[in-house]
């Protein structure tokens, strides 16, 4: 900027600032309409786009590729998991068969994939089991055959006790066979501990299924038994709560039916859906608690700044205003906001602020010396006004260099931040000159400068600082190599949240494969294929096409089933009796603990004895209703599906449900391929080798590995990108404007030696660069260099760095740069972890630009000075 424009710009500032001045009734009652304007704008139009699939441009091969496989397959598409959990397997999959039922009537779901509760699965479970198991459960059936006829026709307590009868006077001959007696007792013993579970307040239920199949049911806290219900709802990714609908129809869904109460189970639910509506409500809490946290600091900071409440007021209300304004901006520009630019109102507080600061303490400096009001206004609008100028022009920069890039996400935050530094200048420099006009501060002295000592040490041991600085420099430098990049989505939302905890319970007990491969190919021949290669990888677990769902060795299941049909079907013709009246099942309960306490030890053997004992005397203190929800609730059910079990037949591709078929064989027949990880994904090495490895067979492959690595790839080459541009144009502004090499060299050394350790400390304090922090560092070249260019510009102006510590200037920069500090380390109590992260990296970064700016800048100015500005430089 020539000498000419510079002095101009100037004068042209000191006349904008009296006009505001003299103007002070129009232009806050300007301000004022505007804000309100923009309120209802808001009100009217706010909208968050919380897919996080939107955060990255949809140019990107991988993104094409997903939204191939997402129009072939939109049953795979925005998805809701229901997980149904409970102790009982039997009383799971009641409670998931009439939540599934209930849900399929709700007009919010467009679709509701259960494939338990489909009769195909129901009659041909037996099918999917391997032989060697198959032949276990077919010879405990046979060996339960003489129990499973007595039971059919009565499966009631009543039922149970004229069986056991019967069995007791078997045993008055040669006692019951070994495998008939050790059967008898494990059921005895079962009976017991959910009897005497009962009776201690328990709501246990006897697992009747786990009684034929020789298993043990698990604590609900260890593994507890699961049904997946997976719905595809509509959904509004623009809206506030994107899937609260689906989300509270589930719930109450689950309260009308009194899934807790009738099945002891309970309902959680993960999937993109609940993912996204919680995330979007972690980022909310956090935004609305850190930006509280940030004004409240930062009106503390400006207190302390200015020692005014007249100055703090006003300096706070066109802070305020400037954030109203810049929200409906920035909302008309994108159309709605997303999960990365709702940052923008904390990043406004932070910066706009230091422009409040810088033009309240040139103010207050002026008075001081004696100076009048328009003594001071002048003074601000002159001395600083340009030095802000340069500042919002920095900033803007810093993060506009975001907009050509493919992160999206952050472009748009870009975008609406470096116009709110546009509109913060314009505030600091018309608003509030017109409220300070309003509320003339009074007169107070303030402190001019740091410390006697930190000018002392400045002055006196200029080279010492330096040595420590680039040692310190250097030590970070060398950790540069050891910097972590985590772009998993899952590492940045809430770990509290429900979605995310069911999602790692359902994928560490393997229920779902979250990080999945998939591909997409033009025939079922061509998938069959390619999954048999890629099964051969090292890398892979399995590749599986819709022939997983067809069992194998059909012939060999399909005997032993015909099998257990023919000794067990007769037991399932007879005609069941009612069920007792309440005197009925009191006398059955009295009938069946006499038989249980007359079993002879020698006879039935002694554990089993023993174990009818301990029944006994459990149902001595249950009362007959509860012993019979109790202990013989699930038996009909089980009863019911074995009969339908043994009715299997042969199964062909054809014959799978359309439901399955869909989700794997499109109706262009197009088929898709799932490719499982046999690595650790979460790895980053492992996870590049997985792609790697399978792209190389495969290169079309898509789904949630690709997607972190690209994404990952696509973020780094914006940081890149942008860093670079917001570098070269910053020193291209600072090239016109210093006409000066060491001028520019003096600006960016503390932003080198800050992004330095920043990168560092990152390494120490084991933060990764993530999707929301990765702005951190081009952010320094446009944020730090704000403080550099008030600390160059003044030190011009006074000539030594004794005199420029002695200003306000440095008192400017300290509480300038500590607003900001407050306002970024809010975002750390969010608890969305991108946030999070975001918030405490970037209060490292301007903690570290402040000490580079105040100690290392003024030692480097000392053992190589400026030539000081003329009368009428710039």
């Known amino acids: ?98 939540l599934a039922g209930a849900m399929t009537a709700e007009p919010v779901f467009g679709d509701v994939f259960y494939p338990a509760a489909d009769p195909f699965f129901r009659r041909n479970g037996l099918l999917y089991r391997d032989v060697a198991t198959l032949e276990q459960t077919v010879d405990r059936l046979t060996e339960a055959q003489p129990f499973l006829g007595p039971l059919w026709q009565d499966p009631t307590l009543r039922g149970l006790g004229s069986l056991v009868g019967r069995l007791g006077q078997q045993t008055a001959g040669d006692g019951l066979p070994p495998a008939a007696g050790e059967a008898m007792g494990q059921l005895f013993t079962r009976m017991a501990e959910v009897a005497e579970a009962r009776l201690a307040g328990a709501e246990d239920y006897l697992s009747w299924r786990g009684v034929l199949s020789g298993g043990a049911p698990a604590p609900l806290a260890a593994q507890p038994f699961r049904r997946l219900i997976v719905a595809q709802p509509s959904v509004d990714y623009t809206g506030l709560a994107p899937g609260r609908s689906a989300i509270r129809t589930v719930e109450r869904l689950t309260a009308d039916l009194d899934l807790a109460e009738r099945f002891e189970v309970q309902v959680r639910q993960t999937g993109p859906v609940a993912l996204a509506y919680d995330e979007l409500q972690s980022v909310r809490e956090g935004m609305g608690v850190s930006g509280a946290l940030s004004l409240l600091m930062v009106a503390g900071l400006l207190w302390w700044a200015v020692k005014s409440v007249r100055m703090v007021l006003a300096a706070f209300l066109t802070l305020l205003m400037g954030l109203v304004w810049t929200a409906a901006f920035g909302l008309w520009m994108t159309g709605a906001l997303n999960l990365i630019s709702v940052a923008f109102a904390v990043l406004f507080i932070g910066l706009s602020v230091d422009f409040g600061i810088h033009f309240s303490l040139r103010y207050k400096e002026s008075r001081d010396r004696g100076g009048s009001h328009a003594d001071g206004l002048d003074a601000a609008a002159g001395d600083v006004g340009d030095s802000l100028t340069l500042s919002a022009i920095a900033a803007a920069i810093g993060f506009l260099a975001f907009l050509p890039t493919d992160y999206k996400g952050l472009a748009e935050l870009g975008l609406i931040s470096g116009v709110g530094m546009g509109v913060a200048l314009v505030a600091n420099l018309t608003v509030l000159p017109a409220l300070i006009t309003l509320m003339p501060p009074n007169r107070i002295r303030l402190p001019r400068g740091p410390s006697q000592k930190l000018v002392t040490a400045v002055e006196h041991h200029p080279r010492t600082i330096l040595g420590v600085a680039g040692g310190l420099a250097l030590v970070s430098a060398l950790l540069i190599p050891r910097v972590d990049f985590d772009f998993d989505p899952l590492n940045l939302k809430d770990p509290q949240a429900e979605s995310v905890q069911t999602l790692g319970d359902l994928m560490a007990a393997g229920t779902i494969d979250f990080y999945a491969a998939q591909l997409l190919r033009p025939s079922l021949e061509e998938a069959d294929e390619v999954a048999a290669r890629l099964a051969g990888l090292d890398v892979v677990a399995k590749a599986s096409t819709i022939e997983a769902s067809v069992p194998d060795e059909q012939d060999d299941k399909l005997a032993l089933v015909d099998e257990a049909a023919l000794v067990l079907g007769p037991s399932f013709t007879e005609e069941r009796r009612p069920p007792p009246t309440g005197e009925e099942l009191e006398g059955a309960v009295i009938q069946l603990r006499q038989v249980l306490d007359a079993l002879p030890p020698d006879q039935v053997g002694a554990d089993t004895a023993a174990a009818a004992a301990r029944l006994a005397r459990a149902l001595d203190d249950l009362p007959p209703a509860q012993a019979e929800t109790a202990l013989m609730t699930t038996l009909p059910l089980v009863l019911t599906d074995l009969d339908l079990a043994l009715q299997a037949e042969g199964i062909a591709l054809d014959d799978l449900p359309p439901a399955l078929r869909d989700r794997w064989v499109s109706d262009g027949g197009a088929a898709r391929v799932e490719v499982a990880p046999a690595v650790d994904v979460t790895d980053r090495a492992a996870l590049a080798r997985f792609v790697t490895e399978v792209r190389a067979v495969a290169p079309g492959i898509s789904g949630t590995p690709v997607t972190i690595l690209e994404a990952g790839t696509a973020v780094i080459t914006a940081l890149l990108e942008a860093g670079a541009l917001s570098a070269a144009a910053i020193t291209v502004m600072l090239a016109v404007v210093l006409r000066s090499l060491r001028g520019i060299l003096y600006v960016f050394a503390p932003l080198v030696m800050a992004a330095l350790v920043t990168a560092g400390a990152s390494v120490v304090l084991g933060i990764p660069l993530n999707f929301a922090n990765v702005i951190v560092l081009p952010l320094l070249f446009g944020l730090g260099v704000a403080s550099g260019i008030h600390i160059v510009q003044r030190a011009r102006a006074t000539g030594r760095p004794g005199e420029l510590l002695a200003t306000s200037t440095p008192r400017a920069v300290i509480f300038s740069t500590l607003t900001t500090i407050a306002s970024f380390a809010s975002l750390a109590t969010s608890p969305h972890q991108g946030t999070a992260s975001m918030g405490i990296l970037l209060t490292v970064a301007v903690g570290l630009t402040l000490l580079s700016t105040l100690v290392v800048l003024p030692a480097l100015m000392s053992v190589s000075p400026l030539r000081p500005r003329s009368a009428h430089g710039s």
Do not use: H
Not at 11 to 27: D, E, G, I, Q
Not at 32 to 51: E, F, H, K, P, R
Not at 56 to 65: K, T, V
């Open 1 to 98: 900027m020539p000498f000419s424009t510079a002095d101009a710009y100037r004068r042209f500032l000191v006349k904008v600032v009296r006009l505001c001045a003299r103007a002070r009734w129009a232009v806050t009652a300007l301000a004022v309409v505007l804000t309100g304007l923009s309120v209802w704008y808001l009100a009217a139009n706010m909208a968050i786009n919380s897919d996080t699939e939107d955060m990255l441009s949809a140019e990107l091969p991988f993104r094409q590729r997903a939204t191939e496989l997402k129009q072939a397959f939109p049953e795979l598409g925005k998805t809701l998991l229901v997980a149904v959990e409970g102790r009982t397997p039997e009383l799971v999959e009641e409670a998931a068969r009439a």
